[in-house]
């Protein structure tokens, strides 16, 4: 499930990529501040392609 999400995610690139990548450390912060875990697909996604209307993340 990972491996299809990351390729929907890669074939479709123009429409996921925000204006930077989020960090390990701020997703870390992040998820201390929230008081949650994210699942790794969505650190993933955030991760590789920041965060934006596309990804259901205005802002961290």
Known sequence: ????????????????????PV???????????LQVSFPQTFRWLLN???YWRATGVASL
């Open 48 to 50: 590789q392609c920041g």
């Open 1 to 20: 499930m990972a491996r299809e999400f990351e390729q929907l995610i890669e074939r479709n690139q123009n429409w996921f990529r925000g204006p930077q």
């Open 23 to 33: 960090s390990e450390e701020e997703l870390d912060q992040a998820e201390q501040r």
